[in-house]
């Protein structure tokens, strides 16, 4: 099992731009989510899904769309990139109970200009 | 009002020694999950401990045990016989049903730098 996977590894970007971070698990996991990890603040969940067909939004969602059209993919696109996101952002993904732990992916350092 | 509360952002410990790292959560839910995760310097999250809120025992993984007090609401972990290697940011979450359909979400609090000294 190669466990939750996420490309790429780092990206910069120009303000305006738009991209796709990928997130992929092996495990059949229905639960996924993304977070953004900041200086002081600790992980903020932007988005998460339930399983296919079926996500909500999080604390911080403004700024990014997510979409799950099959249990192993999770994608989180950012419309119009803005330095406001330059961020650290994990994928996790976990069966769907209260006392599951979640795997985290190993990130995706994102630089906007 | 936050989910989860750790107060303190960084600790220093000796080596060899034990130490407990604070956390608090709020929540209404009689069924939710507790969990520290560690972080080192090179970025990954790593997951070292669970305790249910049904638990009547505390939860123990080698050194690290995790001290549940369900009416004060705590859940400090406790790194005995700290190794050089335990040096890291470690994070407090709480994973609690969101609502009847059973959709939840994971809060974390913003973590506690821990050093160990030789």
Redesign the interface.
């Known amino acids: 099992n190669a466990g939750v996977t996420q490309t790429p590894k780092f990206q910069v970007l120009k303000t305006g731009q738009s991209m796709t971070l990928q997130c992929a698990q092996d495990m059949n996991h229905e639960?996924m989510?993304w977070?953004r990890q900041d200086p002081?603040?600790?992980?903020?969940?932007i988005h998460?899904s339930?399983g296919a067909g079926i996500t909500?939004q999080?604390?911080v969602p403004n700024g990014y769309n997510v979409s799950r059209s099959t249990t192993e993919d999770f994608p989180l696109r950012l419309l119009s990139a803005a330095p406001s996101q330059t961020s650290?952002y994990?994928c996790?993904s976990s069966y769907?109970l209260?006392?599951?732990?979640?795997?985290?992916g190993?990130?995706t350092r994102l630089l906007v200009l | 009002a936050q989910k989860i509360t750790q107060t303190q952002p960084g600790m220093f410990v000796q080596e060899k020694e034990a130490v407990t790292l604070d956390c608090t959560y709020d929540t209404s839910d009689q069924s939710y999950g507790l969990f520290w995760y560690k972080q080192p310097s090179s970025g990954e999250m790593i997951f070292l401990i669970y305790q249910g809120s049904y638990d009547e025992q505390n939860a123990t993984e080698g050194r690290y045990s995790l001290n549940f007090q369900k009416a004060r609401k705590s859940a400090n972990l406790v790194i005995s016989a700290s190794q050089l290697g335990d040096s890291a940011m470690y994070f407090c979450a709480m994973r609690e049903a969101e609502n009847s359909g059973g959709y939840q979400k994971v809060t974390f609090g913003t973590g506690t730098k821990l050093q160990v000294i030789p």
């Open positions: 639960y989510s977070y002081g603040m600790g992980l903020r969940l998460y339930v909500d999080g604390e650290v994990f996790a769907g209260v006392q599951e732990t979640q795997y985290f190993p990130g």
